[in-house]
């Protein structure tokens, strides 16, 4: 079957824009995280959907960030007026329930904000 | 709060050589640990995982150990190739649903 896929795989936007980026999670998976990789670095948590619940924003780094899921399923992560700092993969990964599971990641979104 | 501590790379070894690279976690309860590889230009994906203490997990020649009595999931192989250059992480998953993950090491093999 098919894996996490995300679109666009590289995207590169003027400061100030925003940005749309997508996930599809492997179906059948009720949990969906995203995470944020910046050169060199390890990964960033910035927020967990599972099933219907509300999902956990916790790792947002500002209001600019959003993401929501619809039908349980697509994902998408908003980025409004982008920032130069807002440059990195966009990684986004689901599980079959979230606890204790293993992660299936998408190949990520390459972000670059000039 | 949990957290996982790995090795600092680069770690840099001639094909054939073993290869060492050390975890350790705090986590409250009993986490079921992983280690992810992730190639150039690419996601992350499961290497390999184990559930509960001594269990040991396994995948193309790799191995690692849940230590409950050290804390730790050292991963090892015998013999590295050059397509084994990449970058580890070392993750776990307790009660939190949100897993955590170490900054990765990365593995440069030369021929």
């Given at each position: 079957?098919?894996g996490?896929?995300?679109s666009?795989?590289?995207?590169?936007?003027?400061?100030g824009?925003d940005v749309e980026?997508?996930?599809?999670?492997i179906?059948?998976?009720?949990?969906l995280?995203?995470?944020?990789?910046?050169?060199g670095?390890?990964?960033?948590?910035?927020?967990?959907?599972?099933?219907?619940?509300?999902?956990?924003?916790?790792?947002?780094?500002?209001?600019?960030?959003?993401?929501?899921?619809?039908?349980?399923?697509?994902?998408?992560l908003t980025?409004?007026?982008?920032?130069?700092?807002?440059?990195?993969v966009?990684?986004?990964a689901?599980?079959?329930?979230?606890?204790q599971?293993t992660?299936?990641?998408g190949p990520?979104?390459?972000?670059?904000?000039? | 709060?949990?957290?996982?501590?790995?090795?600092?790379?680069?770690?840099?070894?001639?094909?054939?050589?073993?290869l060492?690279?050390?975890?350790?976690?705090?986590a409250?309860?009993?986490?079921?640990?992983?280690?992810y590889?992730?190639y150039?230009?690419?996601?992350?994906?499961?290497?390999?995982k184990a559930?509960?203490?001594?269990d040991?997990g396994?995948?193309k020649?790799?191995?690692?150990?849940?230590?409950?009595?050290?804390?730790?999931?050292h991963l090892?192989?015998?013999s590295?190739?050059?397509?084994?250059?990449?970058v580890y992480?070392?993750?776990l998953?307790?009660?939190s649903?949100?897993?955590t993950?170490?900054?990765?090491t990365?593995?440069i093999v030369h021929?």
């Amino acid at each position: 079957g098919a894996g996490v896929s995300q679109s666009p795989s590289n995207k590169v936007t003027e400061k100030g824009k925003d940005v749309e980026l997508r996930c599809d999670p492997i179906s059948g998976h009720t949990a969906l995280y995203w995470y944020r990789q910046s050169l060199g670095q390890g990964l960033e948590f910035l927020i967990y959907f599972q099933g219907n619940s509300a999902p956990d924003k916790s790792g947002l780094p500002s209001d600019r960030f959003s993401a929501e899921r619809t039908g349980g399923s697509v994902s998408t992560l908003t980025i409004q007026r982008t920032q130069q700092e807002d440059s990195a993969v966009y990684l986004c990964a689901s599980s079959l329930n979230g606890n204790q599971e293993t992660q299936y990641f998408g190949p990520g979104t390459r972000l670059l904000v000039l | 709060g949990d957290s996982v501590t790995q090795m600092e790379g680069p770690v840099t070894l001639s094909e054939e050589a073993f290869l060492t690279i050390n975890c350790t976690y705090t986590a409250t309860g009993y986490p079921s640990l992983f280690w992810y590889v992730q190639y150039p230009g690419e996601g992350l994906q499961l290497l390999l995982k184990a559930t509960k203490a001594d269990d040991k997990g396994s995948n193309k020649g790799f191995e690692a150990t849940y230590r409950k009595e050290t804390t730790s999931f050292h991963l090892e192989k015998g013999s590295v190739q050059v397509s084994d250059s990449a970058v580890y992480f070392c993750a776990l998953s307790g009660g939190s649903y949100i897993p955590t993950f170490g900054r990765g090491t990365s593995l440069i093999v030369h021929p």
